[in-house]
């Protein structure tokens, strides 16, 4: 209390938006990181490696779109078209142009920004909903768009095989070798989450997206450039998606237009819905709750994409704001 | 002393005219106050000036340069700030975040400093011990200041303020214009306010424009237009029959 008495004497306002608790905070994280990868070490089971696996690349996905849906309020539907992107482009540098897999990722990234792009300017024309709309056209257009790639080779309906291993400075990480795997996407995903929440929001964009979604007009008013950071929301958000996308690729050695199926779409939706939006770490250990119940559900085989409703339902009666809203507000 | 200036600005909103043919300056430094019946156009005249909404034709000036086409964001990096009818803040972020953004916003689209300091802001609005508190917990008399505080944060030189004493009880509308009065005279920033009660008015304002259906009726001292007998007959007029 007095300290932040003697900060308001000179003008000093404290908020994450200036840094106030980014220290402890991040060792909180990196610590919460650490155990991760040690656990990773212990764990003796590959199978579980291989479920971390997934969670951690879907961690990217689900951040990068509470970045744009949660956090900017842009009701973006493409995030599995920023990483279906991500995916078969570093797939398709890697098998046609030789560039090694960890290079190819990087590439991925600035195809995620192209495409980032490429949805946002027909989207920023349009308001509210009709964002919903047009965004999820992209994504029910792509599949049969994939499907006419067949002739610049991007396999058609069987998708792409045989995508080359990642090669970390000289040493092939084949798919089996999980425990690798699983320090590497953790490594990854914890360098894009960290940037999306600890340095992307809690930064000038972020405070310029929590504005606009809001106030929009208020937010106008004091100065937002709203197209650019709307832009930024778009290209942020499918950069870090298409860099999932690429890790997913050369992990799984194949990508289809599955993908882009109902279930992958679905399982991103239960995430963002049971984890809550616009609030750190909800999203993320939605992401966590969701892939590791599916798995322990396996056995109920038929009923485990009702059990997976059921939750759904159960989270938005009794916990309207998700998991995040266990917690209190940032800050 | 002209600071901004409206020439034959017309707004169309499909067939309907809500503004026709609008003429007039504002004089840098003083109060301005809008007034006229419900409807009459005061919002749209507002919006028009701070960008808003774009004039369908006529021309908009200010510092003598022309900003008709400029949007929003572009005239509050020129000075043109803006507060509204409803305060709709920041709601998740702390009362001290809502007035951070305005200095941080305002300081990126001008490209330099805002020239006003947290510290004059947190002066005239006495928020300096609500900066913690949640902005969705304000009530609003609350609100209004930090509305008026995000604003002042964007380093304006003329605020347009959109009935800012609208829901306030008598008690607050004497606090507020307090407020507002000394916006004016420490920082020396023009102010349009766009009110109904004529009495605060007459009390705050150095001018008053009127304006009916869209449409420019006169623009004096308080004392000759609040005697003129067509605006006693349009403003109060209506009053009476309410
Ligand atoms: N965006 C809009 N589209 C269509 N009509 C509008 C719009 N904004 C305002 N109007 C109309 O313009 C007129 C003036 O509105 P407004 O400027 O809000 O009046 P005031 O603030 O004086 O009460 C009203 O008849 C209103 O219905
Ligand atoms: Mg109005």
């Given at each position: 209390?007095?300290?932040?008495?003697?900060?308001?004497?000179?003008?000093?306002?404290?908020?994450?938006?200036?840094?106030?608790?980014?220290?402890?905070?991040?060792?909180?994280?990196?610590?919460?990181?650490?155990?991760?990868?040690?656990?990773?070490?212990?764990?003796?089971?590959?199978?579980?490696?291989?479920?971390?696996?997934?969670?951690?690349?879907?961690?990217?996905?689900?951040?990068?779109?509470?970045?744009?849906?949660?956090?900017?309020?842009?009701?973006?539907?493409?995030?599995?078209?920023?990483?279906?992107?991500?995916?078969?482009?570093?797939a398709m540098l890697s098998?046609?142009?030789?560039?090694?897999?960890?290079?190819?990722?990087?590439?991925?990234?600035?195809?995620?920004?192209?495409?980032?792009?490429?949805?946002?300017?027909?989207?920023?024309?349009?308001?509210?909903?009709?964002?919903?709309?047009?965004?999820?056209?992209?994504?029910?257009?792509?599949?049969?768009?994939?499907?006419?790639?067949?002739?610049?080779?991007?396999?058609?309906?069987?998708?792409?095989?045989?995508?080359p291993w990642l090669n970390?400075?000289?040493?092939?990480?084949?798919?089996?070798?999980?425990?690798?795997?699983?320090?590497?996407?953790?490594?990854?995903?914890?360098?894009?989450?960290?940037?999306?929440?600890?340095?992307?929001?809690?930064?000038?964009?972020?405070?310029?997206?929590?504005?606009?979604?809001?106030?929009?007009?208020?937010?106008?008013?004091?100065?937002?450039?709203?197209?650019?950071?709307?832009?930024?929301?778009?290209?942020?958000?499918?950069?870090?998606?298409?860099?999932?996308?690429?890790?997913?690729?050369?992990?799984?050695?194949?990508?289809?237009?599955?993908?882009?199926?109902?279930?992958?779409?679905?399982?991103?939706?239960?995430?963002?819905?049971?984890?809550?939006?616009?609030?750190?770490?909800?999203?993320?250990?939605?992401?966590?709750?969701?892939?590791?119940?599916?798995?322990?559900?396996?056995?109920?085989?038929?009923?485990?994409?009702?059990?997976?409703?059921?939750?759904?339902?159960?989270?938005?009666?009794?916990?309207?704001?998700?998991?995040?809203?266990?917690?209190?507000?940032?800050? | 002393?002209?600071?901004?200036?409206?020439?034959?600005?017309?707004?169309?909103?499909?067939?309907?005219?809500?503004?026709?043919?609008?003429?007039?300056?504002?004089?840098?430094?003083?109060?301005?106050?809008?007034?006229?019946?419900?409807?009459?156009g005061k919002s749209t005249?507002?919006?028009?000036?701070?960008?808003?909404?774009?004039?369908?034709?006529?021309?908009?000036?200010?510092?003598?340069?022309?900003?008709?086409?400029?949007?929003?964001?572009?005239?509050?990096?020129?000075?043109?700030?803006?507060?509204?009818?409803?305060?709709?803040?920041?709601?998740?972020?702390?009362?001290?975040?809502?007035?951070?953004?305005?200095?941080?916003?305002?300081?990126?689209?001008?490209?330099?400093?805002?020239?006003?300091?947290?510290?004059?802001?947190?002066?005239?609005?006495?928020?300096?011990?609500?900066?913690?508190?949640?902005?969705?917990?304000?009530?609003?008399?609350?609100?209004?200041?930090?509305?008026?505080?995000?604003?002042?944060?964007?380093?304006?030189?003329?605020?347009?303020?959109?009935?800012?004493?609208?829901?306030?009880?008598?008690?607050?509308?004497?606090?507020?214009?307090?407020?507002?009065?000394?916006?004016?005279?420490?920082?020396?920033?023009?102010?349009?306010?766009?009110?109904?009660?004529?009495?605060?008015?007459?009390?705050?304002?150095?001018?008053?424009?009127?304006?009916?259906?869209?449409?420019?009726?006169?623009?004096?001292?308080?004392?000759?237009?609040?005697?003129?007998?067509?605006?006693?007959?349009?403003?109060?007029?209506?009053?009476?029959?309410?």
């Open positions: 209390m007095s300290s932040s008495k003697t900060k308001t004497e000179n003008s000093h306002i404290t908020s994450v938006f200036t840094g106030a608790g980014l220290r402890q905070h991040s060792l909180v994280y990196w610590a919460v990181i650490a155990a991760l990868a040690l656990a990773g070490g212990l764990i003796g089971d590959s199978y579980i490696h291989h479920i971390f696996i997934l969670v951690f690349i879907w961690c990217v996905v689900i951040a990068s779109w509470d970045l744009i849906l949660g956090y900017a309020g842009i009701f973006n539907y493409a995030q599995l078209v920023f990483f279906t992107f991500g995916a078969y482009g570093s098998i046609y142009a030789g560039v090694t897999p960890l290079l190819a990722i990087l590439a991925a990234a600035g195809i995620g920004a192209v495409i980032g792009v490429v949805v946002a300017v027909p989207s920023l024309r349009l308001k509210g909903e009709y964002v919903a709309l047009f965004t999820f056209a992209v994504h029910l257009a792509l599949p049969p768009l994939i499907q006419q790639g067949k002739a610049i080779g991007m396999g058609g309906n069987t998708g792409l095989l045989g995508i970390l400075f000289g040493y092939q990480v084949s798919s089996i070798d999980k425990l690798t795997w699983y320090w590497v996407s953790l490594a990854i995903g914890a360098i894009c989450v960290y940037l999306i929440y600890f340095v992307i929001l809690r930064g000038r964009m972020g405070l310029a997206f929590i504005a606009m979604r809001d106030a929009d007009t208020f937010a106008l008013a004091i100065g937002v450039n709203e197209y650019r950071y709307k832009m930024l929301a778009f290209v942020a958000s499918a950069v870090f998606t298409a860099v999932a996308g690429g890790v997913y690729a050369h992990y799984t050695g194949v990508v289809t237009p599955r993908v882009l199926g109902t279930e992958f779409f679905l399982m991103a939706m239960v995430m963002l819905a049971i984890g809550g939006m616009g609030r750190f770490p909800g999203a993320v250990l939605g992401v966590f709750i969701v892939v590791i119940g599916n798995e322990l559900l396996r056995s109920f085989d038929d009923y485990r994409l009702l059990l997976l409703g059921v939750a759904v339902v159960l989270t938005v009666i009794f916990l309207p704001l998700g998991v995040a809203g266990l917690f209190r507000k940032r800050g | 002393m002209t600071q901004m200036s409206l020439e034959n600005v017309t707004m169309q909103f499909g067939s309907f005219r809500a503004l026709t043919d609008m003429s007039f300056h504002i004089d840098r430094g003083e109060i301005l106050g809008v007034a006229g019946p419900n409807g009459a005249l507002m919006n028009v000036c701070t960008g808003g909404l774009r004039a369908s034709s006529g021309q908009v000036s200010f510092n003598g340069r022309d900003v008709t086409r400029f949007k929003r964001h572009a005239r509050c990096g020129l000075g043109i700030a803006q507060t509204f009818q409803i305060p709709t803040l920041l709601s998740s972020l702390t009362v001290g975040e809502n007035l951070l953004a305005g200095q941080i916003f305002g300081t990126e689209v001008r490209g330099e400093a805002t020239g006003i300091s947290m510290d004059e802001i947190l002066f005239l609005t006495q928020l300096e011990d609500s900066l913690q508190m949640d902005a969705a917990q304000a009530d609003l008399l609350t609100r209004k200041r930090i509305m008026l505080g995000a604003a002042l944060a964007t380093g304006p030189e003329i605020i347009f303020m959109d009935e800012p004493l609208g829901g306030l009880n008598a008690e607050e509308i004497v606090e507020f214009l307090q407020v507002i009065r000394h916006v004016r005279e420490e920082l020396g920033i023009t102010i349009v306010m766009v009110e109904h009660k004529t009495r605060a008015l007459a009390e705050i304002a150095d001018r008053v424009l009127i304006i009916n259906f869209g449409e420019f009726v006169m623009l004096d001292t308080p004392q000759v237009v609040l005697n003129d007998e067509h605006v006693v007959e349009i403003y109060l007029g209506k009053k009476h029959d309410a």
